[in-house]
């Protein structure tokens, strides 16, 4: 259990409380409650890690209830997908409920309330209902049918419960006020009639409770101790306590209804209405498409539990709502896949390179690490030939000297083995490359201990041999709208704002054959490109791999070129306001090479801090600091090493940066280099 105030959110201050003012800890019980209408996203998710890191803070049980009170919208799928999703987040519920299991008791306890004169029977058309509540300013009008008598109450509720009349010909009302302020206590709502199987109970029942109704009665039944529901429920509270208020008795514990925000993440949309609409126009593949937000889309795309509770847990629980911004999604996944996804190659976009001095005929088993970032990770072979497939961007025939891949007359190193020189090319008759010659220092192997393996060169790429190479089809994912908030325009829908260019299908890429055998629970981190993993439409002999996100923000700097944002624009604010994080470095900075000892090593720590919150895109433009600035130029390069080792894809400014400080005279500046070189 947590300690400490401070580390407490509001929902979990508020429990703390209750136990300070003597309720007793065995009591607690909390429940997740969704309805079982379509499938979780990622909004259900904050509600799942809520409720069940309750259970787990406090030692105590949390229920599964399905809501499942509408027959014409539930299905025995939603259910199944629900609790998978819940168990692959890895939480265990206490008991598996139904609100349909307390029907007979829901019945019985309504018709309590009609016998005691507070409920009664409403033949009017819903619009006409609607229409007598009034208006927040204005008190509603009584039902010709409010002071109906009991016996006729009775004998019309048992009508309906039998199926004799019409779906929308009755309903039963909670006689209350309907001069209340709060517009729920209008004499809601509690039963209607819907002439349809239900999943689970078939045709037995042909009314069925409304939310309102059902909710905190099933909290009561089941003895939740806190009912935790998003905002909009906030208005329902006092309905929830007048229900309670009608069975309550002394000798049992009454449930306590608390409200925080619903999550709700840019560049997506969070309605089940609007993600059904997604699904049904075929705009998406399905349910578990990687670009929905739902749980089993990201499963699909690649999250992982961990990576889907982290972002729950950086992202917090609040009192009013708000947007979560999508890149801190991407973030927790980066994160979570950085120390656990094994390097692999391949090659999206393959042109043909032949090393003219290696052997024909011969093959090489090369060693490859399989994650820098995890100790004894292990490694695994790759093979080596004379012909090979590299990416066609990282070629070009002629190039400056801030290019650092492959060009003819230079050098580059191929990842784990040799380093090659560019010398000639064969184009088609369209002026097309369509091979590559090189040579190859048949002394550079990486690991092998020679003075020429040794050698630094600027530019490091991934490729493949083309003869072992294996064939798969590769989707790349980007968010599914360009519009930050794609619902909040209006009378604009959100179906105009759809992202063309969601997704990318490469049908001939070329990965290493130690792909070959992969399955659907591994994660990869395709070297220089991003991290994927195996699609369940995958098979042996075709394989498919999905993005699960890029090695970088390339979203955010693609959007930040668009709008001609200044650098200064893409400044993250401090913590608690005042100087950013890169201003910050830039003055611990200034006086770096005035210190020593403790002082020195207190500002690298805080500059390491720092680099935390910092982005590349914040970080390149000092990149160009004056020679003379060296103290800047350290402090940059210490930043920059953290961002590396966070997984930041090296390109040719970075390389000709670091290449700029191990020439550099100043020793401080040359160390740092070495390190991240």
């Known amino acids: 259990m947590k300690e400490g105030s401070d580390s407490l959110n509001f929902i979990e201050q508020i429990i703390s409380e209750d136990l300070k003012s003597g309720m007793d800890k065995n009591v607690l019980r909390f429940r997740f409650p969704p309805e079982p209408n379509g499938y979780l996203h990622i909004g259900h998710a904050a509600s799942i890690c809520l409720n069940f890191g ?82 927040p300013t204005e008190p509603g009008k009584p039902s010709p049918h409010r002071d109906r008598p009991v016996e006729e109450n009775l004998e019309l509720f048992e009508k309906m419960k039998n199926g004799e009349f019409e779906a929308g010909s009755y309903v039963l009302r909670a006689k209350i006020d309907m001069a209340s302020p709060n517009m729920l206590m209008r004499d809601p709502l509690m039963y209607r009639i819907i002439n349809k199987a239900h999943h689970r109970t078939g045709t037995d029942w042909c009314i069925y409770p409304m939310y309102d109704w059902a909710h905190g009665q099933s909290d009561y039944i089941e003895q939740v101790s806190h009912s935790l529901c998003t905002l909009e429920f906030k208005s329902h509270r006092e309905l929830y306590d007048w229900f309670l208020d009608q069975i309550y008795d002394e000798n049992k514990l009454r449930p306590k209804q608390r409200e925080f925000a619903r999550r709700n993440l840019s560049y997506t949309v969070m309605s089940k209405r609007k993600l059904l609409e997604l699904v049904q126009s075929k705009t998406v593949a399905g349910w578990d498409d ?96 004379r012909e090979l497939y590299i990416e066609k961007d990282d070629f070009k025939e002629e190039a400056g000297n801030k290019y650092f891949r492959l060009t003819l007359g230079k050098e580059v190193r191929l990842k784990n083995a040799y380093i090659i020189k560019g010398e000639s090319v064969d184009k088609d008759e369209n002026g097309n490359i369509t091979t590559i010659y090189c040579t190859a220092d048949l002394d550079s192997r990486s690991g092998s201990g020679t003075e020429a393996s040794m050698r630094k060169v600027k530019g490091t790429l991934h490729w493949v041999s083309i003869e072992h190479a294996v064939k798969a089809e590769v989707r790349e994912y980007d968010r599914l709208f360009l519009d930050e908030a794609p619902d909040a325009h209006g009378q604009k829908s959100f179906m105009e704002f759809i992202n063309p260019d969601s997704l990318k299908i490469t049908k001939e890429a070329y990965l290493e054959p130690f792909l070959a055998s992969s399955s659907m629970d591994d994660k990869f981190q395709f070297q220089r490109v991003g991290y994927f993993t195996l699609d369940k439409d995958s098979s042996k002999d075709h394989l498919i791999f999905n993005k699960t996100v890029g090695l970088k923000d390339s979203w955010a700097k693609s959007q930040s070129k668009d709008q001609n944002q200044a650098p200064k624009q893409n400044q993250a604010p401090a913590k608690g306001g005042g100087r950013s994080p890169i201003n910050e470095l830039q003055k611990i900075s200034k006086k770096y090479t005035n210190l020593s000892g403790n002082k020195l090593e207190t500002a690298r720590n805080s500059i390491v801090k720092l680099a935390e919150d910092i982005s590349y895109e914040e970080l390149e433009p000092l990149f160009g600091t004056a020679k003379k600035k060296v103290g800047t130029r350290i402090g940059v390069t210490i930043a920059l090493g953290v961002l590396l080792n966070k997984g930041l894809e090296r390109n040719d400014a970075i390389n000709e940066f670091i290449q700029a400080g191990l020439e550099d005279d100043n020793d401080l500046l040359k160390e740092e280099a070495n390190t991240i070189q």
């Open 54 to 135: 309750l259970g787990e803070d406090y030692q105590s049980p949390v229920n599964l209830r399905f809501d499942d009170t509408n027959p014409s919208k539930e299905e025995q799928e939603f259910v199944d997908s629900i609790k998978s999703d819940i168990e692959w987040l890895g939480f265990e519920w206490a008991k598996e409920c139904y609100t349909s299991d307390y029907f007979q008791e829901l019945y019985d306890w309504a018709v309590e309330l009609i016998k005691k004169g507070k409920a009664y029977i409403d033949g009017q058309s819903p619009e006409l209902i609607a229409e007598q509540k009034g208006t």
């Open 290 to 385: 990687p670009r929905m937000p739902t749980i089993s889309g990201l499963r699909r795309r690649g999250y992982t539990p961990e990576s889907i509770r982290k972002f729950s847990e950086i992202s917090g629980i609040s009192k009013r709502d708000s947007v979560t911004d999508v890149s801190l999604l991407e973030y927790a996944i980066r994160e979570d896949l950085n120390k656990k996804a094994t390097r692999a190659m391949a090659v999206l976009d393959p042109v043909k390179l032949v090393i003219t001095n290696y052997p024909e005929g011969k093959t090489e088993m090369l060693e490859a690490e399989n994650n820098p970032e995890m100790e004894n990770s292990g490694v695994h072979e790759v093979p080596f030939s």
